[in-house]
């Protein structure tokens, strides 16, 4: 039978008829629909830290929902949950005196960071500062915003004209982006940033890179927004990656691990500078955005009980102390003739780069026969970001099934 479902980044003449379910999961597994057991080595798209089947979210979830599902919280209106999941992130953010705007999901969150920067340099009377700078090989969603600024050009292929003035800097070429900021940063609203690049390969930052990115935001004003969507609540071994690399954003993006995605949340942590002019006592300003299910009450709770696991369990302390296991575990890889590179050593965060593209189908299909469930980055990249409840035998046996699919492949 031909699936109606179309999936997203998918060939469809090619998973019309193979679409594999999966029916269940429990802590670093998943289970499919035919019985097979598989290691999750990349927690699903990035975001099931605290693992799969967790029955106290569910439940949380269900006894938000059954007193109120969710209402609107558009001009003076909220529920309980928004409340409290907003004071929650202003607390653990790493900027002082933040303001947090929710949404359903990283894409929808990049959008609000974007036109946000944007309405911010218009209202401080500089309305020129239009430009958003990103970095090659960056992902930053796939919403309108997100599209135009991301650093992976064949997700632009044949959408016409996207959103103007944007522009992308080779990845860790801090020099280029000093260039770019000397000749046209009176131009330049926001310079968008993961700390780690995340679907562009797993590329972390070379050595000084962040801070002196924040540190030529500031001499040429220009906000920095730090995309934390994939490394947020504790995959890097802190609970943002900005607290890692000893950096403050204007903003910051969050989304996937605040829920672990058992609900969709996602949102951004404004940093003061830029809330101030729309929340200052006599201001006339409103910042004309908002979504359906912006604060959504179940949605919320969800997030809610996720953090709570976070914290009791003490996970993000555990990527930390299974970092250096995942690090001695990738090492022999590079001494395969079909690995390219291996990247690692910044949390729960790994990619493997193989010597040709052709080879990932057959590499892939081996890991899934082997009991390892993972994915293709760009351009030929196996994605390696495991649950936070993996143990080290976990990870070294992930690592042994990708090093026989590869030798295979």
């Known amino acids: 039978m ?25 802590g670093a597994f998943v ?58 992130l202003a607390a653990m953010s790493p900027m002082p005196n933040t303001k947090v705007f929710l949404t359903s999901g990283g894409s929808d969150a990049i959008d609000v960071a974007a036109k946000l920067a944007r309405r911010y340099w218009s209202v401080a009377g500089r309305p020129e500062k239009q430009t958003l ?41 801090v020099e280029a982006l000093e260039d770019l900021f000397r000749r046209q940063g009176d131009t330049i609203a926001a310079f968008f940033c993961e700390p780690v690049v995340g679907t562009g390969g797993v590329i972390p930052p070379v050595p000084g890179f962040l801070e002196t990115a924040r540190e ?28 890692r690399f000893g950096i403050e954003p204007d903003m910051l993006v969050f ?73 001695t575990a990738l090492r022999p890889l590079t001494d395969l003739p079909g690995v390219a590179e291996v990247r690692s050593g910044v949390g729960l965060l790994a990619g493997i780069e193989l010597v040709d593209a052709s080879m990932v189908p057959a590499a892939l299909e081996g890991c899934y026969e082997r009991g390892v469930l993972t994915r293709l980055l760009a351009p030929k990249t196996l994605q390696v970001s495991p649950p936070f409840v993996s143990t080290r035998d976990d990870l070294t046996r992930m690592v042994d099934v990708m090093a026989e699919a590869i030798e295979a492949a």
């Open 2 to 26: 031909t699936t109606a479902f179309w999936h997203g980044q998918a060939h469809m003449p090619t998973v019309k008829k193979a679409e594999r379910v999966i029916v269940r999961g429990e």
């Open 216 to 243: 030529l935001c500031r001499a040429h004003d220009v906000l920095f927004v730090a995309d934390e969507v994939i490394t947020g609540f504790g995959r890097t071994g802190q609970m943002f990656a900005c607290e």
């Open 133 to 173: 700078v990103s970095r090659e090989r960056a992902y930053h969603g796939l919403h309108g915003f997100g599209t135009s600024i991301a650093g992976l050009d064949f997700n632009r292929e044949g959408f016409g004209n996207l959103m103007p003035d944007t522009v992308r800097v080779p990845t860790n070429n």
């Open 255 to 327: 989304a996937k691990g605040v829920s672990s995605g058992y609900m969709p949340v996602g949102g951004v942590l404004v940093g003061e500078r830029v809330w101030e002019p729309f929340w200052a006592d006599g201001s006339e300003l409103i910042f004309r955005h908002g979504i359906t299910y912006s604060g959504h009450a179940g949605a919320c709770a969800g997030a809610i009980a996720n953090l709570d696991v976070l914290e009791r369990e003490g996970l993000v302390d555990q990527v930390s102390a299974l970092e250096p296991d995942l690090v």
């Open 31 to 88: 289970w499919d629909a035919e019985g097979n057991r598989l290691f999750d080595a990349a927690a699903s798209l990035w975001y099931c830290n605290i693992g799969h089947g967790r029955r106290e979210i569910a439940e949380a979830v269900f006894e938000q929902m059954v007193q109120i599902e969710a209402y609107a919280t558009f001009q003076q209106y909220a529920t309980p949950p928004p409340l409290e999941l907003s004071e929650r």
